[in-house]
């Protein structure tokens, strides 16, 4: 997998620096620096943007992208509100609601399962979704797994996605143990 992303990161200018070999106990941070992530052993990474993308087979089959995404831009396509304020189960209603509105990036949105959860020792959701990818990107049946958060600065988020067929479980514990670690820099911790 490595060979076959340096063979693209030639191929592709600019890519060759941005993806970098995840280094054991070293965790990771996104340009700004709000958060931490020790990612799996084995994955790449890149945090050239104000969030941390990672993938060990390739993005198009299995991803983990953690993020925070302002408030106001959370849940635009579903036009429901966002706040530092708002319960878990409300987020994870307007989660579901924001991509089934977008019927531009996703289709066939699925809600599996909603339970609460804890992101950056905050009280969080997790919702696991099935959807179908758009016919320009494939039509692949996809799995999602999100956490999200309220923070002060906007929605925390942590998303494994894969395809449902051979890679979703495969690398759905790798995802849980990186998300078990994800802290908040230079924020005050919860009590």
Known sequence: MIRSLSLLALLVPGLALAWKPVEAGKPVS???GVFAVQLPAGWLYDTSSNSVLASHDGTVLDQITILITPHAKAFKAAKKPSSPTALPED???SYVENL???QGAVRDVTLLSTEPAEL???PAFRVHLKFRAPDNQG???IEMTTLGTALE???LLAVYRAPSI???ERRLGEFDAAAKTITLVGAPQPK
């Open 120 to 122: 950056a020792g905050r």
């Open 30 to 32: 996104p340009g700004k």
């Open 166 to 168: 051979h890679y979703f």
């Open 139 to 141: 039509g692949a049946v």
């Open 100 to 102: 089934q509105a977008d």
């Open 91 to 93: 987020l994870a209603e």
């Open 153 to 155: 600065s906007g929605l």
